[in-house]
């Protein structure tokens, strides 16, 4: 009888078991790739090729071995640059001692963070700290310097180099004076002291901002202990449960996670004097100015007018969202209705949800891994002609069984360069999203081809099970497209040079890309080439996609806000000297520009990683949201997927890298009176929206 009622199944229902059929198995390559479980071919006699395709990398020690050869070809190229004639040669000499640094240490700062062997992992931050000493102490070689000045100070040489070349050579100019090049020999070692202190300050503060703090069990109610980890007696808190429905386990998880350590305290104090004193002695106000000239913004003045200006602009809106979430908070908790900082993020998502409907779990079938990738291939060869390949790595190649390998190939330029994709969460893998550069593109003298440009994605995805594929929140799927805008930054370029290839730019233009792309990711004639039931092939209704994009505008402004907050809180720290604790800054800073109360005993600062990589520049994301927003306008919100605009585009921005300056590019590809940014009156949804979280690069 089972039989039967089998067999009767499938007769009513043939023609959606087909339908199904049809859909699932008509993913693309790249669709498939990512849908799907890794299939690793079982092969004893496979060679290992060492972590990406270097040798020497198929066991911890060969971070050793590449290191000790780039310190010698360093040594070589050194020699040749400060002996050849000046001219072309000797910025071609520069570039390649750095190409030979970078392309060990851009590959061991990967490692040192995302290897899942601790081996690896050490290995690997031997090799950063041991090149990274190296590097300050070129930066402040007299010999070195010299031959770059003697070709900068001849204009019959300079008018001679083309602006690329000479682009490149101010650059690396700019480096030594940074680093205190004109200074004598005493206050050079001092220099070069400070940069190896803070080498070690900076690592110490990355690692620390990210441990977790502990508390006895019995210091908090036992119906609570389920929500964090057990460690023996006490409860471990990792994060701040910024999403838990729970009042109680939001404010414990925030008074406990964001309570003071006084090492990391002294760490964070000590890395901003020497930061200061650093700046102050290469001949800077502060390491503020220091960190900012190069960049779109140039001075930490203009970065507070900027701040300032967007305060103001976003002030009714702000308090009207407040008001929002005060008036949530009360009716979920009618005997508290106080807003305090660890109710934002969760109220402002459940205002979004109740006005919208847009519990994530609606959309995630619709968004699949594969899908979203396949939609990115769709966007990318639409706007650029570029394809995404994928392509089975070698044994010993990748440095966990599902990182994924793609090819990235142009309809007619061919091979333009490689991205892995670290996506599925594992232990001991951080929490970030991030872009690493492995290998820089650059045309090889050496060689008469082109140095294929090699990255890395990193996201933190749940793994596909035996029913279902990853699948992907909204959050999600913007954060893959705004990672996928780095990527292809660096893939798009082709730069003569290495030390301005793709992201290797000012920060405050870097995102510009990637912020781009959250708006491509937001937009239902892009959303519908690929958002389908993972099930029944269903594409997502349009209205389902116009409430997500109308939900981005509730409470955006004081999600901005808090932004704004954070970015005025960089730049007071690399500002002159306080004579007062980091906390007592926070405290008046956030009640300045944020608004809702301090609590006491807890120091968020020692939990803003971002002081590391964007020290000064934490505001980038929000300039370049700007910028982004103003690039949409002019030459996407018509048509996403118009080729000549993609053509432009790449031309006029993501072809240069750091090669021209970052105005200039912009300029290029905008009217000259859409360049002061107007963060009111934007009809897009996400002009102003929320840059990625702490811990998203």
């Keep these: 009888m089972s039989a039967c009622k089998s067999l009767l199944y499938f007769v009513k229902h043939r023609n959606l078991w087909t339908f199904v059929r049809r859909n699932v198995t008509t993913w693309s390559p790249v669709g498939a790739a990512f849908n799907a479980k890794p299939h690793r071919r079982l092969n004893l006699f496979e060679k290992n090729v060492g972590l990406f395709g270097v040798p020497e990398l198929h066991c911890p020690a060969g971070f050793q071995v590449v290191t000790e050869a780039a310190l010698k070809n360093t040594e070589r190229l050194v020699e040749k640059a400060c002996s050849c004639p000046p001219g072309v040669e000797t910025v071609e000499s520069f570039d390649q001692l750095s190409d030979g640094l970078c392309r060990v240490a851009d590959l061991a700062d990967f490692v040192k963070v995302a290897h899942p062997d601790p081996a690896f992992r050490e290995a690997a931050e031997k090799t950063c700290i041991e090149i990274g000493t190296v590097v300050e102490k070129l930066n402040t070689n007299v010999e070195l310097c010299k031959s770059l ?39 050079r070692k001092e220099a070069v002291a400070l940069h190896v202190k803070l080498l070690d300050l900076n690592n110490e503060f990355l690692v620390g901002s990210h441990l977790p703090n502990r508390i006895a069990r019995s210091a908090i109610p036992e119906h609570l202990h389920i929500h964090f980890a057990s460690e023996g007696s006490f409860i471990q808190v990792g994060g701040l449960h910024a999403d838990s429905p729970d009042d109680l386990v939001r404010e414990i998880a925030y008074r406990i996670y964001l309570y003071p350590n006084a090492d990391m ?23 503020g100015h220091r960190a900012l000239k190069g960049t779109m913004a140039k001075t930490p003045e203009t970065v507070m007018s900027f701040l300032q200006l967007l305060t103001d602009k976003l002030s009714d809106r702000t308090a009207k969202d407040f008001k929002m979430m005060r008036g949530m908070r009360k009716k979920l908790n009618p005997r508290n209705s106080e807003l305090m900082p660890w109710d934002h993020p969760y ?22 891994l594969g899908a979203c990738m396949e939609g990115l291939n769709n966007l990318f060869s639409q706007l650029y002609g570029v394809s995404l390949m994928s392509e089975h790595p070698s044994a010993g ?43 820089g593109g650059r045309w090889c003298q050496e060689t008469g081809q082109y140095q294929l440009p090699v990255v890395v994605l990193m996201l933190s995805l749940p793994h596909p099970t035996k029913s279902a594929p990853t699948l992907l929140t909204p959050g999600m ?69 116009n409430r997500l994009s109308e939900s981005k505008k509730v409470c955006g402004a004081a999600d901005t806000q808090l932004q704004i907050f954070y970015a005025v809180l960089d730049q007071i720290y690399h500002s002159k000297p306080q004579d007062r604790s980091t906390t007592d800054i926070l ?111």
Aim: hydrophobic share 35%; proline share 6%.
């Design 149 to 187: 000045k003697i070709l900068l100070d001849d204009p019959d040489i300079v008018a001679q180099l083309d602006p690329d070349t000479r682009r490149v050579a101010e650059l690396f100019m700019f480096d030594f004076e940074i680093s205190g090049i004109h200074l004598d020999d005493k206050l």
């Design 265 to 287: 305290m002294e760490c964070l104090e000590e890395l901003l004097k020497c930061r200061y004193k650093l700046a102050k002695l290469v001949g800077y106000d502060s390491y």
């Design 347 to 368: 109220l402002s998502g459940v205002l979004r949800a109740e006005r919208y409907n847009i519990e994530p779990s609606l959309y995630s079938p619709y968004l699949s």
């Design 397 to 439: 190649e990748v440095w966990s069984e599902d990182v994924r390998k793609l090819a990235v190939v142009h309809e007619t330029e061919g091979l333009l360069g490689y991205i892995y994709c670290d996506f599925f969460h594992r232990q001991d893998k951080p929490h970030q999203d991030c872009h690493f550069t492995i290998r």
């Design 477 to 545: 799927m913007e954060n893959l497209f705004h990672e996928m805008g780095h990527a292809m930054h660096s893939m798009l370029g082709r730069t003569r040079y290495q030390h301005v290839t793709g992201t290797r730019c000012a920060t405050d233009f870097a995102e510009v890309p990637s912020i781009l792309m959250e708006y491509f990711a937001t937009d239902y004639r892009v959303i519908s080439q690929f958002a389908r039931h993972y099930e029944t092939g269903q594409p997502l209704p349009e209205s389902m996609v």
């Design 587 to 697: 405290k008046e800073m956030q009640q300045k520009f944020y608004g809702l109360p301090y609590t006491p005993n807890t120091a968020w600062q020692l939990r803003f990683s971002h002081l590391i990589g964007y020290g000064a520049k934490y505001y980038s994301y929000l300039m370049s949201r700007a910028v982004a927003s103003m690039v949409w306008k002019q030459c996407f919100v018509q048509d996403p997927l118009d080729r000549d605009m993609g053509e432009r585009y790449r031309r006029e921005m993501l072809a240069h890298g750091g090669a021209k300056e970052p105005m200039l590019m912009v300029e290029g590809n905008l009217p000259s009176d859409l360049l002061t940014p107007k963060p009111s009156g934007s009809s897009h949804p996400t002009s102003y929206g929320t840059p990625p979280p702490l811990g998203q690069t």
